[in-house]
């Protein structure tokens, strides 16, 4: 691995984890209480495991259809592109936690799909620049990636939405119970 | 500009007039501060009056405050040692409100033909994708360092909101 690419990894990958807590915060986040724990938690959660899904999932297809450079520059170059594209999450997600607590808007699908698809371009750019020559095939395959991962995250948290109303009442429910309360 | 950003920019910008680039964040701009006073004329907050005065702000928005920011960033550019000029910078990020410009236009439409209330869904959106370009321009004024081009993409897009936002307050 170059030197170069080792530096500000730790960094790296410190923003981008931020980068989809705040996503999960502001998409899980309850319009009429907007510090509810259950739902800061849960959002926390899945905007890493989002996030572990989405990087893994990028870097994986890149690395597939770029075997030669694979093969002659190491897996670290594709990674180090997808990391340093990932970087271009930030400014959405600055945007998103202002919408969300500042305007109290419930719209942060727009503003996660608009930074998954800067990611995309970003990264087949940073690829081309290390390579040394822009592909349109890098291109195409990173847009389609956040293509999709933006419609699966838009999709799973019209669903998932529900999730943490459901633990804070069965947590509720649980501490009434061994505090000597009755269900009935 | 998705294939080679650096080399499309550089010829681009050269054979783009500079007033061109202030006419689409001037355009963008109006069309995004229109479509805002439609959405409060059609729940009877604001009267006409307010809708027409909207889309002059919106154009001195475009070519008064970007053009700022754009100076603002030239200086920060000049002090990390840039060697790109001032109409290249300004010029740079007033085309990088082209996208918003055709969402803008856009939401104009359904705004009047269908009367949807388009200021966040079409003129936020558009400011959203605006931020790509914004950084892959500032980017390729420093030699591709994202130390800079994402921090200053950041606040930009954070004012651009945020005085949005003071607009939509009047």
């Keep these: 691995m170059e030197e170069y690419m080792l530096k500000g990894k730790a960094w790296r990958s410190l923003l981008r984890r931020l980068c989809f807590i705040a996503f999960g915060i502001a998409a899980f986040s309850k319009p009429l209480d907007r510090l509810n724990l259950y739902n800061i938690g849960f959002g926390i959660v899945i905007g890493l495991f989002f996030g572990f899904l989405f990087k893994k999932f990028l870097r994986g297809l890149l690395s597939l259809i770029n075997k030669t450079l694979r093969k002659e520059k190491g897996k670290e170059t594709i990674y180090y592109a997808v990391e340093i594209g990932m970087l271009f999450l930030i400014p959405f997600a600055v945007m998103v936690l202002i919408a969300t607590y500042y305007f109290k808007w419930s719209m942060s699908g727009g503003f996660i799909a608009a930074g998954i698809m800067a990611v995309g371009t970003a990264s087949a750019l940073e690829l081309g620049k290390l390579t040394g020559r822009q592909e349109l095939k890098n291109t195409i395959i990173s847009s389609g990636v956040c293509f999709l991962f933006s419609l699966l995250w838009n999709l799973s948290t019209q669903i998932l939405v529900k999730v943490p109303g459901f633990i804070e009442g069965g947590i509720s429910l649980l501490s009434s119970v061994f505090k000597g309360g009755s269900i009935l | ?170």
Excluded at chain 2, 8 to 30: G, I
Excluded at chain 2, 32 to 51: E, I, N, P, R, S
């Design chain 2, 1 to 170: 500009m998705m294939v080679s950003p650096a080399s499309v920019l550089k010829s681009a910008m050269a054979k783009v007039p500079w007033v061109l680039s202030l006419v689409v964040s001037a355009m963008a701009f109006c069309l995004f501060f229109l479509q805002t006073a439609l959405d409060l004329y059609k729940t009877g907050q604001k009267g006409l009056t307010f809708v027409l005065l909207s889309a002059g702000a919106g154009i001195a928005y475009g070519l008064i405050v970007i053009p700022l920011l754009g100076v603002i960033i030239w200086l920060v550019l000049k002090l990390a040692k840039s060697a790109k000029d001032l109409k290249w910078v300004v010029s740079s990020l007033c085309l990088s409100y082209s996208g918003a410009m055709i969402y803008g236009l856009l939401g104009i439409l359904f705004s009047l033909v269908f009367a949807w209330k388009t200021s966040v869904a079409f003129g936020v959106t558009g400011v959203l994708w605006a931020i790509g370009p914004m950084i892959i321009a500032i980017r390729a004024t420093t030699d591709g360092k994202n130390m800079l081009s994402i921090p200053i993409a950041t606040v930009v897009s954070g004012i651009v909101l945020l005085s949005w936002s003071l607009f939509g307050q009047l």
